[in-house]
């Protein structure tokens, strides 16, 4: 895997011009007009990309035509995920988007083969770290992972007298959910007694694993071992009410029973929690209205605003 070509321009909307040598600094490459204080600092696209795009159209692209920064070869950058690590010689980059919304009739490509790559295969990343980038450079993919941890707060379950199904299922569900996805998941499961102390412990070696999620099953009703949301709530730096709020409204209007529902979202340092219900029913009414948000939710907490030229309520 190496580099190809690597491109800059001074201002934007305009083809970029290959260079010899650059230098990445915190906001980007220095003297490109795509650099600044945001998540798509770089942007990267594989000749082998243009090559096939090339062929449809019946002329060669040259490095930097899509406004890419730089242009590689020998990786499968459709293959690359959010959150996955690109180093050259010294400079370390961290992927945060896969593609942008073409230009349509103001993309000179566009206008002239029909179509672009760039929304689809063009990648963009934040700099972690600075030097210079040539050609020829060996270019190092690190894979990226979500880390995720399900506890199953039950009493039962815990000493064998049931199987857990809960804790698989929201397992299922995030899998399935994020394999459409550009992100790599790892995840890992407890199963506890509803014991707040334990509780306790395990949220706390969450947030010293650095895990980006935790979701917990059980223990949120009104029963005098049901106490995850009261374990849960003082460690959160933040709650989030609305989504567990609509949840319980939208459930609740054909069974009043969901009312009783205390469960609770929030942020635990740069953890998101959710805290679900014991039942694989609710945990799998609970997930459809909390995985359509969760993207979002994850890349804000990133600190990447992914959504800036859409209305925002927040």
């Not at 929201?170 to 506890?192: E, K, N, Y």
């Not at 709020?245 to 929690?273: C, D, H, N, W």
Request: charged fraction near 25%; charge should be neutral; proline fraction near 4%.
């Amino acid at each position: 895997m190496k580099v190809v070509s690597v491109n800059l321009s001074e201002t934007k909307g305009v083809a970029k011009h290959p260079v010899s040598v650059a230098t990445v600094n915190s906001v980007g490459i220095s003297g490109d007009a795509h650099s600044g204080i945001w998540h798509r600092q770089i942007s990267l696209l594989a000749e082998e990309s243009m090559a096939r795009l090339g062929e449809k159209a019946g002329r060669v692209f040259q490095p930097g035509e899509f406004a890419e920064n730089i242009t590689t070869s020998g990786i499968d950058l459709e293959q690359v995920c959010l959150r996955d690590r690109l180093r050259i010689g010294a400079v370390e980059l961290e992927v945060t988007q896969i593609g942008k919304k073409c230009h349509g009739d103001g993309c000179a490509i566009f206008k002239e083969v029909g179509s672009c790559i760039m929304p689809k295969q063009g990648l963009f990343a934040r700099v972690l770290q600075g030097g210079e980038i040539r050609p020829g450079d060996t270019m190092e993919h690190s894979p990226g992972h979500l880390r995720v941890r399900i506890i199953t707060l039950s009493d039962r379950a815990s000493r064998g007298d049931y199987t857990d199904r809960s804790g698989p299922a929201i397992d299922g569900a995030l899998r399935r959910h994020f394999a459409a996805s550009r992100w790599r998941i790892d995840v890992t499961s407890r199963l506890l007694p509803d014991d707040a102390e334990e509780l306790r412990r395990e949220l706390e070696a969450c947030m010293a694993d650095k895990m980006d999620l935790v979701f917990t099953t059980g223990g949120t009703g009104i029963g005098p071992r049901d106490i995850t949301p009261d374990t849960v709530r003082p460690m959160l730096d933040k709650e989030i009410p609305g989504i567990m709020e609509f949840i319980r409204m939208k459930y609740g209007q054909t069974l009043p029973s969901a009312l009783l529902s205390r469960s609770i979202a929030g942020v635990m340092g740069t953890t998101l929690v959710y805290t679900l219900p014991g039942s694989v029913k609710a945990v799998e009414e609970y997930l459809a209205e909390i995985l359509p948000t969760l993207d979002h939710s994850l890349t804000m907490l990133w600190g990447i605003d992914s959504h800036s030229r859409k209305r925002k309520y927040h």
